[in-house]
């Protein structure tokens, strides 16, 4: 059966209705215009890929480039690509926007730091800063989840694992407060932000050379592959982009994976009871199937066609932008059974909540842990959580990459 009809007229892209609930309009995509041209709110035009087998191509094909000077219309030039008010030239040379060999190399240092291991060693830590954060707010009887909750957690996380002292750590949370609000289309201070960021990781980074100690900085000073290591403007690039990527997304799945628990009370109550008896794998399946269901990442970042090439049957021309609409390939029925329906038991979840091929995401084994962390100890610290406002009395970021709400007010008994 078609999942929509052929009379559904086209929808809107892009509106705030779109933000609240984009997964009907991905559906008349997926169905009647799987790889789609659109003008993107900023005037940019890009193909859209809905469909999960094209999308999985697409994230893993080298011929598409994720160096923005591959973009034919140029836009990155005037910050319409890209990570807001990071066109300082140093900046610009992370992960996200670099293709092989150069990533190939970075991504092989960055690996050698940053391991699991680390991650794993980090969870007693994630423990204290959870617990920390839910007594602010424990005795009170009400709370807003993403200011509260979801929002500092990610960063302080961060920050502790980086080796940002503790007296610091404020500042990074005012500089994150800005480039979160100007993702989601609110104006204001965050090239500031961003350069203020810049300027200490730069001098952190100097001051750390001298005094090595524990911290991932200091074990991204330290890596070395073949002789080679990272230079002081790569390392902070590098500390840039884990905090840039390991915020937002992480904020966005305790966030919506906190929204569509309360709005699903069987599956939240199998989940409670599962973690009440000091079970493990209904949280870690439930992880997986909350970043499929309604995932942090809406869009995968830009990619640029280099040589010219079909999708999904569709020709790119060269210098076109394409989204891979992550969202829409993880509802996709060819390869989801009941894709619309919460399952946290769900087994068969190939996702790609965490993106595919060499831009997988490097912080998953993190996200993971401070995903189950917080959602279990949530749940039973605050038994009775209910939402306090749902539908379309909640607000969503309007930005285009991320998925995320401002707000979660929630009560519970104090
Ligand atoms: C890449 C999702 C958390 C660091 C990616 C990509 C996705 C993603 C979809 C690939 C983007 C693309 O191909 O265009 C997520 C989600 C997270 C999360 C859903 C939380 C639930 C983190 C954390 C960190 C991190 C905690 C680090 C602390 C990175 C980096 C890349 C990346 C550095 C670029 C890797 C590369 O280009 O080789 N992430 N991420 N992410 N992520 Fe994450």
């Avoid at 929808?11 to 790889?35: C, G, K, N, Q």
């Avoid at 996380?157 to 080796?163: M, P, Q, S, T, V």
């Avoid at 480039?179 to 200490?200: E, F, L, N, P, T």
Wanted: aromatic content about 8%.
């Amino acid at each position: 059966m078609p999942e929509t009809p052929d009379s559904t007229p086209q929808p809107e892209l892009f509106t705030w209705e779109f933000a609240a609930d984009p997964y009907p309009a991905y559906a008349w995509l997926r169905e009647h215009s799987p790889v789609h041209r659109t003008t993107l709110p900023s005037g940019v035009e890009a193909w859209l890929v809905t469909r999960y087998a094209d999308a999985r191509q697409a994230l893993a094909d080298g011929r598409l480039s994720k160096n923005p000077a591959h973009h034919s219309e140029q836009a990155h030039r005037s910050g319409r690509v890209g990570i807001p008010g990071e066109r300082q030239a140093d900046l610009m040379t992370h992960l996200l926007n670099i293709d092989p060999p150069d990533h190939t190399r970075l991504r092989r240092l960055v690996s050698k730091a940053f391991t699991p291991r680390r991650v794993a060693e980090f969870e007693p830590r994630v423990q204290q800063l959870t617990d920390r954060l839910i007594d602010g707010f424990a005795t009170r009887g009400s709370a807003d989840l993403i200011h509260e909750f979801a929002f500092p957690l990610p960063i302080y996380a961060i920050c502790d694992l980086l080796g940002v002292p503790p007296e610091d750590q404020d500042d990074f949370r005012d500089w994150a407060g800005m480039m979160i609000r100007h993702h989601g289309g609110q104006r204001g201070g965050v090239g500031r932000a961003v350069k203020r960021m810049r300027s200490y990781l730069a001098e952190l980074i100097h001051r750390k050379r001298a005094d090595l100690g524990d911290d991932l900085i200091s074990g991204l000073i330290r890596a070395s592959d073949h002789g080679e290591h990272l230079t002081e403007n790569e390392a902070a690039a590098m500390a840039f982009i884990l905090l840039f990527a390991g915020f937002e997304t992480t904020v966005n799945l305790i966030g919506n994976g906190l929204y569509a628990l309360l709005r699903n009370p069987g599956q939240r109550a199998l989940l409670q009871e599962s973690v009440a008896r000091g079970e493990k794998e209904l949280l870690a399946t439930g992880v997986e199937e909350l970043l499929r269901y309604d995932g942090p990442v809406e869009l995968a970042t830009w990619r640029f066609a280099t040589s010219p090439l079909t999708i999904g049957g569709v020709e790119i021309p060269v210098g076109d932008p394409v989204l891979v609409v992550l969202a829409a390939a993880d509802r996709d029925p060819a390869r989801f059974a009941a894709q619309n329906t919460l399952d946290l038991a769900r087994k068969d979840n190939p996702h790609l909540g965490f993106g595919h091929g060499i831009h997988y995401c490097i912080g998953a084994p993190l996200a993971r842990l401070e995903g189950q962390i917080a959602l279990a100890t949530l749940l039973t610290r605050l038994p009775d959580l209910t939402l306090a406002a749902e539908g379309a009395e909640l607000r969503w970021r309007g930005g285009l990459i991320m998925r995320g709400l401002r707000e979660l007010p929630v009560s519970f008994t104090a």
